[in-house]
Antibody
Framework: QVQLVQSGAEVTEPGASVKLSCKAS????????MHWVRQAPGQGLEWMGI????????TYAQRFQGRLTMTRDTSTSTVYMELSGLRSEDTAVYYC????????????????WGQGTTVTVSS | SYELAQPPSVSVSPGQTVSITCSGN??????AYWYQQKPGQSPVLLIY???KRPSGIPERFSGSNSGNTATLTISGTQAMDEADYYC?????????FGTGTKVTVL
């Protein structure tokens, strides 16, 4: 079945970096965009960024510019999200989610989500 | 930056209809998407491109979008619909989620 399986929980210190993975299976990996979305404890969803199927184009939310890097490895059907300069406010559950975008750039919504990875930033 | 506002909470009796609004500047000129999230679970896509339901989403969920407001309507609300609901739209190639609405089924 179609699924996105994310890496395990991380506990890290302020100023450090974290790199999360999201492994896709059950569908043609290089036909879908991938998003990263996070949710701080008790808070709403926050869109972080998107990477295209080829992995050569990314768009990040303004607030993460300079700290966020998304990459993808077609050989392993895995997408990575690295966030640097961590602070306590980055403590959250991080989700990957796929989306199909057609040739006319119509977006079909994030229809499959990973299970989430908890990142805790604490000294 | 673009913002989408939702009411923090709404309540509904089982079997009744509830509407959740999502307000943003000229939102009607963009596509709206709706997601449902239950406690401890990943979000689920309910509505895409304003009005379309992915396969497997019950017909009681419907969407509309006009002017500055997108609306998610749940008809014949069931206890299982108790959850948080988020709208999403795209502005300048970036995604923006609404503030979220908690739906309580009394």
């Amino acid at each position: 079945q179609v699924q996105l399986v994310q890496s395990g929980a991380e506990v890290t210190e302020p100023g450090a970096s974290v790199k999360l993975s999201c492994k896709a299976s059950g569908y043609t990996f290089n036909t879908y965009y991938m998003h990263w979305v996070r949710q701080a404890p008790g808070q709403g969803l926050e869109w972080m960024g998107i990477i295209n199927p080829g992995g050569d184009s990314t768009t990040y939310a303004q607030r993460f510019q300079g700290r966020l890097t998304m990459t993808r490895d077609t050989s392993t059907s895995t997408v990575y999200m690295e966030l640097s300069g961590l602070r306590s406010e980055d403590t959250a559950v991080y989700y990957c989610a796929r989306e199909y975008v057609d040739t006319l750039t119509y977006q079909f919504g994030m229809d499959v989500w990973g299970q989430g990875t908890t990142v805790t930033v604490s000294s | 930056s673009y913002e989408l506002a939702q009411p923090p909470s709404v309540s509904v009796s089982p079997g009744q209809t509830v509407s959740i609004t999502c307000s943003g500047n000229n939102l009607g000129n963009k596509y709206a998407y709706w997601y449902q999230q239950k406690p401890g679970q990943s979000p689920v896509l309910l509505i895409y491109q304003d009005t379309k339901r992915p396969s497997g989403i019950p017909e009681r969920f419907s969407g509309s979008n006009s002017g500055n407001t997108a609306t998610l309507t749940i008809s014949g609300t069931q206890a299982m619909d108790e959850a948080d609901y988020y709208c999403l739209a795209w502005d300048s190639n970036t995604g923006v989620f609404g503030t979220g609405t908690k739906v309580t089924v009394l």
